[in-house]
């Protein structure tokens, strides 16, 4: 499939036929992979760097010196069909050695190399949102395939909504069906299921064109969504126990907090302290013992693996309904009428973890909210009892770009909140800070000290650091084995898996050790391959090679390799009340062509099996591409 260009007066024929045409780069592409089986590992694009063109006899002839060189495939228009799916072809597949081999997949001749480029996963099927469903009625219960069909409602914009529910009605409701007679029930049930797990993802039912929910078989109808949703949620009869293991500066705060819920009156508290001296405990305690008198109690957090961690954790963003965009002064989207604000009116504790890492507007924001819902403009949160916690020694709010004065501006301590904290005098001192006022309105859990040298610098101890010889391939192996001992004799233990990793302050360092880590795994490896494209971008001025090069923050890499047992870190809030949010992890245990079958290992719901499938992504405007 060549491009020709010839002169109208030349016949078209004569240019057609000229001798030599039948060879071109390309044909000779494909008989240097059949004699060279070092050419077999290169791209046709980087040819160039280890092969010379040789334009007099046509041929690749290998270079006697490594010289970096940049090759480029002519550009193709998707409207031009056929030419534009070989050329995605040939940036993606080495090694061919034949236009047939480019269209043998699995070995499978298909009849055209769009279907070729379909079948490897490079361009989106039409169909996929179908496919996706058809794997997973193969080798999923019908609950979760309801839970993998309201996630594609939600997340993967399908355009044929009510053809997906008919073609696969029947798997999604087999377990119904089994003890139900009656068809019509059978359907409620799947839609009231299907209408509150979309509950869980911040979505309406009725938002999608499907069949409606007869509220005689609903027997939530009456109470908001999201008041029915904090009181479903399931309680761990050990958690209510907790109160009894509080050591004596959690027990304290454990007390202030609960008196203040149990006089109505509210208050604002923070408890403060370093990870690991058990924030987390401390609010566990709360929610269980507020749950257990039939109370609402509302937990969230700044981020999802925090919220995840707290029984019914929400994100804060999610739940108080906060703009993305806030301005001083600014309030939450929800209404008075709404079922977020009669949550929050009926709430007796309203917890945020990991406070301080967010944009003190966002409090501000939900103090403003809930003075104006409650009626009592001159108490801080409208007289609710508001505990915020975190810790100021970690990160803090992320200001893109922002200089060491706008991260502090941004953050909590320069809030109008933290004077009211100071001022009312809240909470009682239990461990002195460095910062005198910090005693009138913190709650300290925990603490420590470290030794440091004369300069007043914390020494690493030698028997957690590993020596560094300069070979930087070696030194990347040593740390590799220091941190993941006997892989290949432990890759079944998800304890081993996600108890140790290694971090790495470059992206693109991660997805060098990434690879690295990979190809030590046994088994075969699965390759995913993203669908790039620029939504603004008519005229394909930005070539999907160019795009698949770039890998913006919350974006996976194009090529995505993984084998069976590989642990893998989620990148979206999916669904956070069942533990899919945005760092969660997971260990890899089977591969369909359009999902991932995992298994979450970490926090409270580790051990569940669940359906990943595509998702569109979108980077932030922050990433200042011009597409």
Same mark, same amino acid.
């Given at each position: 499939?060549?491009?020709?260009?010839?002169?109208?007066?030349?016949?078209? /024929?004569?240019?057609?036929?000229r001798?030599?045409?039948?060879?071109s780069?390309?044909?000779?592409?494909?008989?240097a992979?059949?004699? @060279?089986?070092?050419a077999?590992?290169?791209?046709?694009?980087d040819? &160039?760097?280890?092969?010379?063109?040789?334009?007099? +006899?046509?041929?690749?002839?290998?270079?006697?010196?490594?010289?970096?060189?940049?090759?480029?495939?002519?550009?193709a228009?998707?409207?031009e069909?056929?030419?534009?799916?070989?050329?995605?072809?040939?940036?993606n597949?080495? =090694?061919?050695?034949?236009?047939?081999?480019l269209? #043998?997949?699995?070995?499978?001749?298909?009849?055209?190399?769009?279907?070729?480029?379909?079948?490897?996963?490079?361009?989106?099927?039409?169909?996929?949102?179908?496919?996706?469903?058809?794997?997973?009625?193969?080798? /999923?219960?019908?609950?979760s395939?309801?839970r993998?069909?309201?996630?594609?409602?939600?997340f993967?914009?399908?355009?044929?909504?009510?053809?997906?529910?008919?073609?696969?009605?029947?798997?999604?409701?087999?377990?119904?069906?089994?003890?139900? &007679?009656?068809?019509?029930? !059978?359907?409620?049930?799947?839609?009231?299921?299907?209408?509150?797990?979309?509950?869980?993802?911040?979505?309406?039912?009725?938002?999608?064109?499907?069949?409606?929910?007869?509220?005689?078989?609903?027997?939530?109808?009456?109470?908001?969504?999201?008041?029915?949703?904090?009181?479903?949620?399931?309680?761990?009869?050990?958690d209510v126990?907790l109160?009894?293991?509080?050591?004596?500066?959690?027990?304290?705060?454990?007390?202030?907090?609960?008196?203040?819920?149990?006089?109505?009156?509210?208050?604002?508290f923070?408890? @403060?302290g370093?990870g +690991?001296?058990?924030? #987390?405990?401390?609010?566990?305690?709360?929610?269980?013992?507020?749950?257990?008198?039939?109370?609402?109690?509302?937990?969230?957090?700044?981020?999802?693996?925090?919220?995840?961690?707290?029984?019914g954790?929400?994100?804060?963003?999610?739940? %108080?309904?906060?703009p993305? #965009?806030?301005?001083?002064? =600014?309030?939450c989207?929800?209404?008075?009428?709404?079922?977020?604000?009669?949550?929050?009116?009926?709430?007796?504790?309203?917890?945020?973890?990991?406070?301080?890492? #967010?944009?003190r507007?966002?409090?501000?924001? $939900?103090?403003n909210?809930?003075r104006?819902?409650?009626?009592?403009?001159?108490?801080?949160?409208?007289?609710?009892?508001?505990?915020?916690?975190?810790? %100021?020694?970690?990160?803090l709010?992320?200001?893109?770009?922002?200089?060491?004065?706008?991260?502090?501006?941004?953050? $909590?301590r320069?809030?109008?909140?933290?004077?009211?904290?100071?001022? $009312?005098?809240?909470?009682?001192?239990?461990?002195a800070?460095? *910062?005198?006022?910090?005693?009138d309105?913190?709650l300290?859990? =925990?603490?420590?000290?470290?030794?440091?040298?004369?300069?007043?610098?914390?020494?690493?101890?030698?028997?957690?650091?590993?020596?560094?010889?300069?070979?930087?391939?070696?030194?990347?192996?040593?740390?590799?084995?220091?941190i993941?001992?006997?892989?290949?004799?432990?890759?079944?233990?998800?304890d081993?898996?996600?108890?140790?990793?290694?971090?790495?302050?470059?992206?693109?360092?991660?997805?060098?050790?990434?690879?690295?880590?990979i190809?030590?795994?046994?088994g075969?490896?699965?390759?995913?391959?993203? %669908?790039d494209?620029?939504?603004?971008?008519p005229?394909?001025?930005?070539?999907?090679?160019?795009?698949?090069?770039?890998t913006?923050?919350?974006?996976?890499?194009? !090529?995505?390799?993984l084998?069976?047992?590989?642990?893998?870190?989620?990148?979206?809030?999916?669904?956070?009340?069942?533990?899919?949010?945005?760092?969660?992890?997971?260990?890899?245990r089977?591969?369909?062509?359009?999902?991932?079958?995992?298994?979450?290992?970490?926090?409270?719901?580790?051990?569940?099996? !669940?359906?990943?499938?595509?998702?569109?992504?979108?980077p932030? *405007?922050? /990433?200042?591409?011009?597409?």
């Amino acid at each position: 499939m060549h491009m020709v260009a010839f002169h109208k007066r030349d016949k078209v /024929e004569k240019i057609v036929n000229r001798p030599g045409v039948e060879e071109s780069m390309l044909t000779a592409y494909f008989d240097a992979n059949r004699h @060279d089986e070092e050419a077999r590992k290169i791209l046709y694009r980087d040819f &160039p760097e280890y092969f010379t063109w040789q334009s007099d +006899g046509k041929f690749w002839q290998k270079r006697k010196n490594s010289v970096f060189q940049i090759g480029r495939v002519i550009s193709a228009h998707p409207a031009e069909g056929e030419r534009y799916f070989l050329r995605v072809l040939l940036n993606n597949v080495a =090694g061919a050695t034949s236009y047939e081999h480019l269209r #043998t997949v699995y070995g499978v001749l298909l009849p055209s190399f769009r279907e070729a480029a379909e079948r490897r996963g490079l361009i989106e099927e039409d169909n996929t949102l179908d496919e996706c469903l058809t794997e997973a009625t193969l080798f /999923e219960m019908p609950s979760s395939l309801r839970r993998l069909f309201a996630t594609i409602l939600v997340f993967c914009e399908p355009h044929d909504v009510m053809g997906l529910w008919t073609k696969h009605y029947d798997a999604m409701s087999e377990d119904y069906s089994r003890n139900n &007679p009656s068809s019509d029930l !059978v359907q409620q049930m799947v839609l009231i299921d299907i209408r509150n797990m979309l509950q869980s993802m911040g979505k309406d039912i009725r938002s999608f064109p499907l069949p409606d929910i007869d509220h005689s078989y609903d027997d939530a109808s009456h109470i908001p969504c999201e008041i029915f949703e904090e009181a479903s949620v399931q309680q761990n009869p050990q958690d209510v126990l907790l109160c009894d293991s509080l050591n004596a500066e959690q027990k304290s705060a454990y007390n202030e907090i609960m008196a203040a819920v149990y006089s109505k009156q509210g208050g604002l508290f923070f408890v @403060d302290g370093p990870g +690991g001296t058990g924030k #987390t405990f401390l609010y566990r305690a709360l929610l269980a013992k507020l749950r257990s008198q039939d109370k609402l109690a509302v937990a969230t957090a700044t981020s999802g693996v925090a919220a995840s961690i707290m029984p019914g954790g929400r994100m804060a963003h999610s739940r %108080f309904k906060i703009p993305l #965009t806030l301005q001083e002064g =600014g309030c939450c989207s929800f209404t008075k009428q709404s079922g977020t604000a009669k949550l929050l009116q009926q709430a007796g504790l309203i917890i945020w973890d990991e406070a301080s890492m #967010t944009k003190r507007q966002n409090l501000e924001a $939900l103090d403003n909210s809930l003075r104006d819902i409650m009626g009592r403009s001159h108490l801080p949160f409208g007289g609710k009892t508001v505990v915020l916690g975190g810790d %100021f020694r970690q990160v803090l709010p992320v200001v893109r770009k922002g200089s060491r004065a706008q991260i502090v501006g941004a953050s $909590l301590r320069r809030s109008y909140l933290w004077e009211s904290m100071r001022h $009312l005098k809240l909470v009682r001192n239990m461990r002195a800070q460095s *910062d005198p006022w910090f005693a009138d309105y913190l709650l300290c859990i =925990g603490g420590g000290t470290e030794e440091v040298n004369g300069d007043d610098n914390v020494r690493i101890p030698d028997e957690i650091c590993i020596p560094y010889s300069g070979d930087a391939e070696k030194d990347l192996h040593s740390l590799i084995d220091s941190i993941f001992p006997n892989l290949n004799a432990n890759m079944a233990d998800k304890d081993y898996i996600t108890t140790r990793a290694i971090l790495s302050t470059r992206n693109d360092w991660v997805d060098m050790i990434n690879m690295k880590m990979i190809d030590m795994f046994q088994g075969g490896e699965t390759v995913y391959h993203s %669908f790039d494209t620029a939504v603004d971008d008519p005229h394909n001025y930005y070539p999907s090679e160019f795009l698949n090069s770039l890998t913006p923050n919350g974006l996976p890499p194009h !090529v995505l390799k993984l084998k069976l047992g590989c642990p893998v870190i989620l990148l979206r809030n999916i669904d956070l009340a069942n533990g899919l949010c945005n760092g969660t992890r997971l260990v890899v245990r089977g591969f369909r062509r359009n999902t991932i079958d995992a298994e979450i290992v970490v926090g409270q719901h580790a051990g569940k099996r !669940v359906f990943l499938p595509r998702i569109p992504l979108c980077p932030s *405007d922050d /990433e200042m591409l011009p597409f």
